[in-house]
């Protein structure tokens, strides 16, 4: 007896252990097999994250030379009309449209110009791009004026003149006037004028539609007028300096006095 029982319970034990084993085992497979097909689903999770963003990434960064803005190898009337998109010239003397040096980013750093036979002013499109102790000037403007000048009229009719003409003086307080070249073929007029021969003042040109008028002009009541803009897309070809239209940057300049 004492002996069946001793049997009984050690394949009473034994069952035990192997059922627990065989349990143990099957969940520790299953846990395992389960842990292995969530391993995997999260590693693969991981790998095609990484392909997709890192890797592809890196791809499009490293294959484009623009990270992907499209505006590489653009011509510069497109790259004015792409957003995000700067076109850059450099320009030698002066803030002219210059050699086209490509299409980067807004807000990318602009390309070095290569030294030319004197030096190039700092160019402008408002008084935010220049120091705080300078004005951006508009092509074909007027310097600023700092303390106005008070000094009396030197003439009062072009006849006091001949052959100059009597012109308001630059900076003057109270539009006082002094003489002045007229317009010639030596001293022409500026951009959207035309020089009449009687009077050698400088007209605004009479037109009745836009192509009449300079790429930078529109026609607004029989008279070319320059065209107001915020940015230079609203120029076509040119650029937008101080909100209106011209054929070049503006120049950052202290005031004549």
Do not use: W
Not at 139 to 159: H, K, L, M, Y
Not at 196 to 211: L, M
Request: charged share 15%; hydrophobic share 25%; glycine share 14%.
């Amino acid at each position: 007896m004492r002996r069946l029982l001793s049997c009984v319970v050690v394949l009473f034990i034994s069952g035990c252990n192997c059922g627990d084993r065989g349990g143990g085992d099957a969940g520790g497979l299953s846990d395992g097999g389960s842990g292995a097909v969530d391993g995997g689903a999260l590693d693969a999770g991981v790998l095609v994250d990484a392909g997709s963003a890192d890797g592809g990434q890196a791809v499009s960064d490293a294959g484009t030379p623009d990270g992907g803005t499209g505006c590489d190898g653009l011509t510069a009337a497109a790259c004015q009309l792409k957003p995000g998109c700067r076109a850059d010239y450099c320009s030698a003397c002066s803030c002219g449209p210059g050699a086209y040096q490509g299409c980067h980013p807004k807000g990318s750093r602009p390309p070095v110009c290569p030294l030319g036979p004197c030096p190039t002013p700092t160019c402008c499109s408002n008084n935010a791009d220049c120091q705080s102790n300078t004005f951006c000037v508009s092509p074909e403007s007027p310097p600023s004026c700092g303390i106005c000048n008070s000094q009396p009229s030197t003439c009062s009719a072009d006849a006091e003149c001949a052959p100059s003409i009597c012109s308001p003086r630059a900076c003057a307080c109270n539009a006082e006037t002094e003489c002045t070249p007229g317009c010639s073929e030596t001293n022409p007029c500026f951009t959207g004028t035309a020089c009449n021969p009687s009077t050698r003042r400088c007209e605004t040109i009479s037109c009745t539609t836009d192509p009449q008028c300079p790429q930078t002009f529109k026609c607004e009541s029989t008279v070319c007028i320059r065209r107001t803009c915020v940015d230079d897309v609203g120029c076509g070809n040119g650029f937008c300096v101080n909100g209106e239209c011209f054929d070049s940057r503006g120049t950052c300049d202290l005031p004549v006095r």
